[in-house]
């Protein structure tokens, strides 16, 4: 594979595990930096998988948003912020965290 040629969405996940495994080895200035970093990671390689798979189906977007919406929040929680829909946008509340997505 030539080094101009785009990853696979399953290249694109494991390099996002494979950062995410990293940043537990860095140490931030700040203890909340390298959760949030990780769970950003973990969003963008789920976000990829479910959504540039060869096999990816456009009507499990929802599921995928839901869950990385929920995940962000949990990110945000520690630094006293939440993922919520702007007003008036006609977008639901972020779906309770559930053990289907997690």
């Known amino acids: 594979m030539s080094s ?3 990853l696979s969405a399953e ?3 494991l ?3 494979q950062l995410s495994r990293q940043v537990d080895e860095l140490s931030c200035s700040v203890a909340q930096a390298a959760p949030f970093a990780r769970t950003l990671l973990r969003v963008v390689g789920r976000v990829v998988i479910d959504t540039a798979a060869p096999n990816a189906e456009p009507h499990l977007w929802a599921s995928t948003e839901g869950m990385a919406l929920q995940w962000l929040n949990e990110a945000l929680a520690p630094l ?3 993922v919520r829909p702007l ?3 006609g977008r639901p509340e972020v779906p309770a965290p559930s053990s289907e997505w997690t």
């Open 80 to 82: 006293g912020y939440e």
């Open 87 to 89: 007003a008036g946008s």
């Open 15 to 17: 390099a996002c595990f």
């Open 4 to 6: 101009d040629a785009p």
């Open 11 to 13: 290249q694109v996940n």
